[in-house]
């Protein structure tokens, strides 16, 4: 019988990769002027390097708490944030060039210097940091992917909250939101059988309230406009 084998690598977490092939827009209307200007000269400045372990002196020159938000849309809520916390790293995961360019204005226009983006998936983010790297992670308004047989498309599935619950500190924030009944659903399903994560609400206003630190996104704010509860969910990782 083979020895026992203290070194092993680690089991490969639960189904990382179920949602491997990215779905929903690259690029929306050709970019020009300052936004394209932006893509060209700022982004390379700013953006997280293609290969490598990730961690904060890494990308931000110094140790210091680190956060990421996955699917950032135009980056409104990444960059209110990143002015609200100065000492934090903010690093941003979006495959759609449009949205990029949107926090490339924001960053500009705030002179933020803690915000790294990703332009891509997020999964490719979340795996190339440590364990316990992040203080907060945040999934506003993941595309619903409304029908049964697209449920693996959903970011919120047990591979990827894995992923996150592994690169979550201990006492670290997961704070999602939606808009759509279907996903309010899988997300809870999905969060409650973990165990990592333990849901912060008490009350029904702790999913309602819009707290001074979580303004709502443009989807949110657009869905509200539809006359659409948004919903918010804040787990910590325990
Ligand atoms: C419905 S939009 C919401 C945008 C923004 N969070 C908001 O609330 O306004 C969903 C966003 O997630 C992005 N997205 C989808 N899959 C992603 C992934 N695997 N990693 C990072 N972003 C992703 C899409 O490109 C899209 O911009």
Request: no cysteine.
């Given at each position: 019988m083979a020895p026992p084998m203290p070194h092993a690598p680690p089991a490969p977490l639960q189904d990382p990769l179920s949602i491997r092939r990215l779905y929903g827009r690259r690029q929306g209307h050709p970019l020009r002027g300052p936004a394209a200007r932006r893509v060209d000269e700022l982004l390379p400045r700013v953006a997280i390097p293609p290969e490598g372990p990730l961690d904060a002196v890494r990308l931000f020159g110094r140790a210091c708490p680190l956060a990421l938000e996955i699917g950032f849309g135009k980056g409104e809520h990444l960059a209110f944030q990143a002015r609200r916390n100065p000492q934090t790293g903010f690093l941003g995961a979006e495959p759609f060039l449009n949205g990029v360019a949107g926090l490339l204005a924001e960053i500009e226009a705030h002179g933020l210097a803690n915000i790294r983006i990703w332009h891509g998936d997020a999964l490719d983010v979340l795996e190339r940091l440590p364990d316990a790297a992040l203080?907060?992670?945040?999934?506003?308004?993941?595309?619903?992917?409304?029908?049964?047989?697209?449920?693996?498309?959903?970011?919120?599935?047990p591979g990827p909250v894995g992923l996150v619950a592994a690169r979550l500190a201990p006492g670290g924030e997961f704070r999602m939101a939606t808009d759509h009944p279907v996903q309010l659903r899988h997300m809870l399903t999905v969060m409650h059988a973990h165990p990592a994560f333990e849901w912060l609400a008490e009350t029904p206003a702790d999913w309602q309230a819009i707290p001074d630190d979580w303004p709502d996104t443009r989807f949110g704010a657009k869905a509200r406009a539809l006359g659409h509860e948004v919903w918010r969910l804040a787990y910590r990782r325990r």
């Open positions: 203080s907060a992670v945040y999934l506003l308004h993941p595309d619903p992917w409304p029908k049964a047989r697209h449920a693996k498309r959903r970011f919120v599935n």
